[in-house]
């Protein structure tokens, strides 16, 4: 799958699948937005076609993330340890300020 991945940003060109991921993230946004201000309190097939929704914007998502990752030659443990750390100084930034 990571062949399909370089391959279309190639394709594409990294430029442009960078202006194209701009409006999936807006989706993605618009997406969560969609299901966190509706009425929840009925229409449990609704709930679901929202949630559906953000699924799709996400994958969207992490299909251009790969993309970018594999076109700049980034290894997997890179990303992993600098997520690591942010989500570690979040967390210490939470319990500095208090939750």
Do not use: C, P
Not at 17 to 37: G, V
Not at 43 to 51: A, F, G, H, M, T
Not at 52 to 81: M, P, R, T
């Amino acid at each position: 799958m990571e062949n399909d991945f370089f391959r279309i940003v190639k394709h594409y060109g990294v430029l442009n699948q960078a202006r194209h991921f701009h409006e999936e993230n807006y989706e993605l946004i618009e997406a969560m937005f969609d299901y966190e201000y509706a009425d929840h309190s009925g229409d449990s097939d609704y709930e679901e076609r929202l949630k559906e929704h953000i699924a799709e914007e996400i994958a969207d998502n992490l299909n251009f993330l790969k993309q970018f990752q594999l076109y700049y030659g980034i290894e997997d443990e890179v990303i992993e340890d600098i997520r690591e750390f942010k989500n570690k100084r979040t967390l210490e930034r939470i319990v500095k300020w208090g939750e």
